[in-house]
């Protein structure tokens, strides 16, 4: 049914099922794609998995993985499953979810789910024992994958929350921000490609990417929201999808402010993801339509008239005054199309700050150890192959 192989190739779909050289019967067959993982603290690397999952075939499935199971193979996640299962069911490019699966691919599940293929990102899995999660799927020919999203981990995450650094915010007279550090400051060299981590490069591509690319139309309600949107979480999630409901068409833009902004009202060393990355993180989410990088802290009539926004929404999270005191809602307020919407979540990016600061030594033992296990079996591989090109070498000799 599918070729065999895979390769490290983003947008690897457009030759395979559906391609020129189907049928014109096998290029109506809907091609259904199985992800699977924790998906704990996700972020736009997950994202950025599934949108290149999604590229593959016509139809997404992911399946998350219990806090149990991940508990076992790794480590205590930071989110619940509860929690997981909602964000991943937010992110736009996921058609199902599968909730509790197992931690290894079999082809059993691949065939349950009626999946040809599964796609994982082109670093390496390893179960508890030290074995690869997609053995079985990868000698059937079931498995594909893509690129891993370089800079991002929520390994380096939890670094940036349990150093306080500010390094990573988007400054640019900031030298630290030029160095390849990983998540604790030290030099990356002996550290596993994967969830070893060096900074992430933002590009036009990658936002041409995200993005949905439609203009507001002609009947469409205008909404403007903004704020940090900071480790993008299910508060937000709550919210956005609450925002949603509040039109029959909307069409929802969300104002992010800097980080010298965000940094300026919530202090220490927010926002802990930084304008190119939350601008990712929020694209991701299925409720947005545009993002405005950088928007202004007070949402005033430039703005408002600039994107004809109908109604300006904010949750019941406090609203911080601007630099000179003033209310940055002032005008919303005075022109009648200000509303708060209750999330009926009250979580927020400081909650998930303390949850990992809490168990902070459990996450750096977690952290190291992953890595470790990366690192011996790169090790590993690389004997492998000097051990077959040696004997390939004594071959010709002979
Ligand atoms: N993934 C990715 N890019 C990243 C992080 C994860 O493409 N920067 C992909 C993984 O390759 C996998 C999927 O996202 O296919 C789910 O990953 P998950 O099981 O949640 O765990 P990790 O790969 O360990 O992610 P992290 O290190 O961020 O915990
Ligand atoms: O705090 P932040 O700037 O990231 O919040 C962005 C928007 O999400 C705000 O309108 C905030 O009130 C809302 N929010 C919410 N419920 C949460 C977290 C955030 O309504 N639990």
Request: with cysteine; proline share 4%; aromatic share 8%.
């Amino acid at each position: 049914m599918i070729k065999n192989g895979h390769h490290a190739n983003e947008e690897a779909g457009s030759t395979e099922p559906g391609g020129s050289a189907c049928s014109p019967a096998k290029r109506k067959r809907v091609v259904r794609v199985w992800c699977d993982g924790c998906y704990d603290m996700v972020h736009y690397g997950h994202s950025n998995q599934l949108r290149q999952a999604k590229a593959m075939a016509d139809h997404l499935i992911v399946g998350v993985h219990t806090d149990e199971e991940i508990a076992k193979h790794k480590g205590p996640p930071v989110f619940t499953e509860e929690e997981r299962y909602k964000i991943v069911r937010s992110i736009k490019w996921v058609d199902e979810i599968v909730e509790a699966v197992p931690y290894v691919t079999t082809l059993a599940t691949l065939d349950e789910y009626n999946c040809d293929f599964c796609v994982h990102g082109d670093d390496i899995t390893l179960t508890a024992e030290g074995k690869d999660s997609y053995e079985e799927v990868k000698r059937e020919g079931r498995y594909r994958e893509c690129k891993r999203t370089q800079g991002v981990s929520t390994t380096d995450l939890v670094g940036r929350m349990l150093l306080m650094t500010k390094t990573h915010h988007s400054n640019l007279d900031n030298p630290d921000y030029q160095q390849h550090t990983d998540n604790f400051g030290k030099s990356p060299k002996g550290n596993s490609p994967w969830t070893g981590v060096s900074q992430f490069l933002q590009t036009s591509q990658k936002i041409i990417q995200f993005a949905s690319g439609k203009e507001p139309q002609p009947g469409d309600t205008i909404i403007y929201v903004a704020g940090a949107f900071d480790l993008f979480h299910i508060g937000h999630v709550d919210f956005l999808e609450m925002v949603y409901k509040q039109a029959e068409r909307p069409y929802i833009i969300v104002g992010l402010h800097f980080d010298q902004e965000v940094n300026r009202y919530k202090g220490k060393n927010y926002p802990i993801m930084n304008i190119h990355e939350r601008t990712l993180s929020v694209l991701a989410c299925r409720y947005v339509s545009e993002v405005v990088i950088g928007a202004p802290y007070a949402v005033g009539k430039d703005l408002l008239d600039h994107f004809k926004v109908d109604l300006v929404c904010h949750g019941k999270t406090e609203v911080f005054p601007d630099k000179d005191g003033s209310d940055p809602y002032a005008e919303p307020k005075k022109r009648e199309i200000f509303r708060t919407i209750d999330s009926g979540n009250n979580l927020t990016t400081d909650d998930i700050v303390q949850r990992i600061i809490a168990n902070r030594l459990q996450y750096e033992a977690r952290n190291q150890k992953k890595e470790a296990r990366e690192v011996a079996l790169i090790d590993t591989l690389k004997r492998k192959e000097q051990q077959d090109k040696n004997e390939a070498a004594t071959h010709a000799a002979q």
